[in-house]
């Protein structure tokens, strides 16, 4: 059964996007109150007090500026600046289950760090994410549960955080040698 993309995120699934897209004329304060009000319609009612706080609270959390709430969604950002703010998303919204297409292209050292402290601020709670990336080096702030590896469209093996250690250490070629040498591999 296919649903439609507002009503998978009612329910609970949030995408970040490898290039997270410009929005001219909707600030960052509208769309998150907007999208806090259709997540948890029904569940609770958004109070513009409580949410403000909430709001400036995670924008500290994840150090965006609090000018942000005014500018248009990712407008004019850095690219660190677009994947704090889908994070930023993420806090707000609560999602039970998060697909994060390589939010790690493109950071640096500190953005890098800042977008791993949010995700792992929601595993606190009873939160699940596929995390699809090309780099160990976002896997060294959020741990794993568990590594898979996609080959030609199929995950050809899994394992635990040793095999991103593994993976590493013999590179992709070790995969090819293993499951065929024509297609590109993806962490």
Request: proline share 2%.
């Amino acid at each position: 059964m296919e649903i439609e993309p507002h009503e998978r995120a009612r329910l609970g699934l949030f995408l970040a996007f490898q290039y997270p897209v410009e929005v001219s004329g909707v600030t960052v304060g509208r769309f998150l109150r907007r999208a806090v009000e259709i997540r948890f319609e029904g569940e609770k009612e958004v109070r513009t007090k409580s949410f403000l706080k909430d709001l400036r609270e995670a924008m500290d959390f994840m150090e965006i500026d609090q000018q942000f709430i005014n500018r248009y969604l990712n407008e004019g950002f850095s690219g660190g600046e677009k994947k704090r703010m889908e994070i930023l998303q993420m806090l707000m919204l609560q999602p039970q289950f998060s697909i994060l297409d390589e939010t790690d292209s493109g950071l640096d050292i500190d953005a890098l760090s800042i977008v791993a402290r949010g995700v792992n601020k929601l595993r606190e709670r009873d939160f699940g994410a596929l995390i699809i990336t090309h780099y160990q080096r976002i896997l060294d702030h959020i741990k794993p549960d568990f590594v898979h590896i996609m080959y030609q469209g199929r995950v050809v093996t899994s394992g635990g955080g040793e095999l991103v250690t593994e993976l590493e250490k013999r590179g992709y070629d070790w995969v090819r040698a293993q499951y065929g040498k024509e297609e590109e591999v993806h962490e």
